[in-house]
């Protein structure tokens, strides 16, 4: 005698494999538009990483020269690949004359948010005798 019995899937278990797989895909697709915003993150690192340490340098430059009488400039904006970087720069003086405390901060839009990077350095002034 020969068994017929059903041999299809439910309704039940078409639906649970559709879900199982489709939050598969969906976090397949999340990881990947992480990591293509941290790729262009650490790409925009990367061009404004040198920039950030020349405007450091000319500013330390400017304090071990001309001491308190050094005016460097406090903020501005430049373009690199049709992006738009802000700068802000903040000096300070910590042991009058001599030492002085140079803070630099870099933003730009990365999607919804603003990406920033933080640089701080040190400028003793060096009168000339």
């Not at 649970?16 to 895909?25: D, P, Q, Y």
Request: net charge neutral; charged share 20%; hydrophobic share 40%.
């Amino acid at each position: 005698m020969l068994k017929t019995g059903n041999k299809g899937f439910t309704l039940l278990e078409v639906m649970v494999t559709t879900a199982v797989l489709s939050l598969g895909i969906v976090l397949v697709y999340q990881s990947f538009f992480i990591s293509l915003d941290a790729f262009d993150y650490c790409l925009n690192y990367a061009r404004v990483a040198p920039w950030a340490d020349e405007k450091l340098w000319e500013t330390q430059d400017d304090f071990r020269r001309y001491g308190a009488s050094a005016n460097p400039a406090a903020s501005g904006e430049f373009i690199s690949s049709n992006k738009i970087f802000t700068w802000d720069m903040s000096c300070a003086s910590i042991d009058p004359p001599r030492l002085y405390k140079i803070n630099l901060i870099l933003s730009w839009k990365e999607g919804k948010r603003t990406a920033k990077l933080f640089r701080d350095t040190y400028a003793l002034y060096h009168p000339e005798e």
